[in-house]
């Protein structure tokens, strides 16, 4: 069974950079895509970034492009999210999925899920 857990959220203020961690394990993670969403309060979840599984393409938000990227360190199952130039929109839970196969945008074709880690911008 396939596990994520996710690390590195934290509290910041406007203009400034956090980067998230996610270590998967439990799984062959051979052909696994693997990404991030997030979910402020009152809204759903919405695409972040995404990043196959030879780290050979990746897809972002409209949102977060140009400002956040997306990297894999396939020898040990982990997915980073660098988060520069934050603001107090990108407030909210994030969260790591995997998936086999290609790349979506879409949540409920992820199968495996993260518990979450909370980012908080301040302006």
């Known amino acids: 069974q396939v596990q994520l857990i996710e690390s590195g959220g934290g509290l910041v203020q406007a203009g400034g950079s956090l980067r998230l961690s996610c270590a998967g394990s439990g799984g062959d993670f051979w052909n696994v895509g693997m990404g991030w969403f997030r979910q402020a309060p009152g809204k759903g979840r919405e695409f972040v970034a995404a990043i196959d599984w030879s780290g050979d393409t990746t897809y972002y938000a409209d949102s977060v492009k140009g400002r956040f990227i997306i990297s894999r360190d396939y020898d040990v199952n982990t997915v980073y999210l660098q988060m520069n130039v934050l603001k107090p929109e990108d407030t909210a839970v994030y969260y790591c999925?995997?998936?086999?196969?290609?790349?979506?945008?879409?949540?409920?074709?992820?199968?495996?899920w993260g518990q979450g880690t909370q980012v908080t911008v301040s302006s």
């Open positions: 999925v995997a998936r086999r196969g290609v790349l979506s945008m879409i949540p409920k074709e992820y199968m495996y």
